[in-house]
T-cell receptor
Framework: DGGITQSPKYLFRKEGQNVTLSCEQN?????MYWYRQDPGQGLRLIYY???????QKGDIAEGYSVSREKKESFPLTVTSAQKNPTAFYLC???????????FGDGTRLSIL | GQNIDQPTEMTATEGAIVQINCTYQ??????LFWYQQHAGEAPTFLSYNVLDGLEEKGRFSSFLSRSKGYSYLLLKELQMKDSASYLCAVTKLNRDDKIIFGKGTRLHILP
């Protein structure tokens, strides 16, 4: 079955530490997205990528970085510059922006 | 600019009907998605409207008026499992443009 997989499900970060969230899809989708969701809030776009080796900043890119070296993979690094990283992170993919997004199950990041 | 508005919260009774509205202002509008998101879970796709009118899919229907910048999601015969957030999202004609999500409407169903 095709799908989109995020790991880990829960992640803890120490002060000053970078952490990387994994997102893999086997749907052969060109576009991939990272969103941040805070409690009781909507989705805010961090980064998105329409094609391999290319990505664009979303609305809240500061303190985050991404790479898109393979079509299947779009990892997100939460750097120490992100001062308030505690949130639910969702990865999504679609063939293009006019197709429904398929979402992973999310990663919940907390500060130790 | 670009803006999407939805009510923050709504409450309805099991077995009833509820309408969740979404208004948007954006240039180059193409279509509007509705997603359902249960607490702590990922959003799941409900509907996509590009043309004006009502599209029905079982207990859920979605309506779009492009001239008014307005959409609604209609849920009939409400069940307790319909308690969730409902997100509307706008797509643009330029496929390089990102999808824009509203903040979501939290729907509470009372027995």
């Amino acid at each position: 079955d095709g799908g989109i997989t995020q790991s880990p499900k829960y992640l803890f970060r120490k002060e000053g530490q970078n952490v990387t969230l994994s997102c893999e899809q086997n749907l052969n989708h060109d576009a991939m997205y990272w969103y941040r969701q805070d409690p009781g809030q909507g989705l805010r776009l961090i980064y998105y990528s329409q094609i391999v080796n290319d990505f664009q900043k979303g609305d809240i890119a500061e303190g985050y970085s991404v790479s898109r070296e393979k079509k299947e993979s779009f990892p997100l690094t939460v750097t120490s510059a992100q001062k308030n990283p505690t949130a639910f992170y969702l990865c999504a993919s679609n063939r293009d922006s006019n197709q429904p997004q398929h979402f992973g199950d999310g990663t919940r990041l907390s500060i130790l | 600019g670009q803006n999407i508005d939805q009510p923050t919260e709504m409450t309805a009774t099991e077995g009833a009907i509820v309408q969740i509205n979404c208004t948007y202002q954006t240039s180059g509008f193409n279509g509007l998605f509705w997603y359902q998101q249960h607490a702590g879970e990922a959003p799941t796709f409900l509907s996509y409207n590009v043309l004006d009118g009502l599209e029905e899919k079982g207990r859920f229907s979605s309506f779009l008026s492009r001239s008014k910048g307005y959409s609604y999601l209609l849920l009939k015969e409400l069940q307790m499992k319909d308690s969730a957030s409902y997100l509307c999202a706008v797509t643009k004609l330029n496929r390089d443009d990102k999808i824009i999500f509203g903040k979501g409407t939290r729907l509470h169903i009372l027995p």
